[in-house]
């Protein structure tokens, strides 16, 4: 299974982008993605997941500011940001878990794409 993850920018602090994450591949369901980041020398956290139901949970520090989707069957996610802080500058990174065709759980991450909030 493989996700490519996009819509990575350059922008002022205050401002909005909003990331896509794709999934491809062979696979019989999707069960949680999540969207992590990692900032130049800080460790990868966890920014955000939601299940195939819908169900999300969010970091301290971007709730209330971001907003993560899916649509099931376009085996796609989102990740709106809004209010964005240069703290939020960042390498983020789509995660997806699931079963692939012989219900064999799999678990793949995207490539990255590069978020910078800078004045």
């Known amino acids: 299974v493989q996700l490519q993850a996009s819509g990575g920018g350059s922008v002022q602090p205050g401002g909005s982008l909003r990331l896509s994450c794709v999934a491809s591949?062979?696979?019989?369901?999707?069960?949680?993605m999540k969207w992590y980041r990692q900032a130049p020398g800080k460790q990868r956290e966890l920014v955000a997941a939601?299940?195939?139901?819908?169900?999300?949970n969010y970091s301290d520090s971007v709730r209330g500011r971001f907003t993560v989707s899916r649509d099931n069957a376009k085996n796609t996610m989102w990740l709106q940001m809004n209010t964005l802080k240069p703290d939020d500058t960042a390498v983020y990174y789509c995660?997806?878990?699931?079963?692939?065709?012989?219900?064999?759980?799999?678990?793949?991450w995207g490539l990255g794409t590069l978020v910078t909030v800078s004045s």
């Open positions: 591949g062979s696979f019989s369901r999707i069960n949680e």
């Open positions: 939601i299940s195939s139901l819908g169900v999300t």
């Open positions: 995660q997806a878990n699931g079963l692939d065709t012989g219900l064999l759980r799999f678990d793949s």
